[in-house]
């Protein structure tokens, strides 16, 4: 059974920093590319990052290049979402999904996690 798990929500103040895992069981994370998405109250899940199977591979929304870094550790078989100078549009739900490859394309992912909150606020 495929298990993706978020981790590292919570509350920070803008300009502030989370940093959001993702641990996969049931997969071998490193057969995959793995996306950040995010969904804000009363708005539509769009994605935020992608990273390759392999890692060399990354691509981000506009609205978080520079603040954002995707990585992996396949040996660990956990993706993580390092989030900086974190602004209160930033706030939503964040989730990882596995993509049904190696590369980062526009398919609907083939796994999801539960989704990690995360909220910006003074």
């Known amino acids: 059974q495929v298990q993706l798990v978020e981790s590292g929500g919570g509350l920070v103040q803008p300009g502030g920093s989370l940093r959001l895992s993702c641990a996969a069981s049931?997969?071998?994370?490193?057969?995959?590319?793995m996306r950040w998405f995010r969904q804000a109250p009363g708005k539509e899940r769009v994605g935020v990052s992608c990273?390759?199977?392999?890692?060399?591979?990354?691509n981000y929304a506009d609205s978080v290049k520079g603040r954002f870094t995707i990585s992996r550790d396949n040996a660990k078989n956990t993706v993580y979402l390092q989030m900086n100078s974190l602004k209160p549009e930033d706030t939503a739900v964040y989730y990882c999904?596995?993509?049904?490859?190696?590369?980062?394309?526009?398919?609907?992912?083939?796994?999801w996690g539960q989704g990690t909150q995360v909220t910006v606020s003074s």
């Open positions: 999904a596995a993509e049904v490859g190696p590369r980062c394309t526009a398919r609907p992912p083939g796994s």
């Open positions: 990273i390759s199977s392999s890692g060399v591979s990354t």
């Open positions: 049931g997969l071998r994370l490193d057969y995959y590319a």
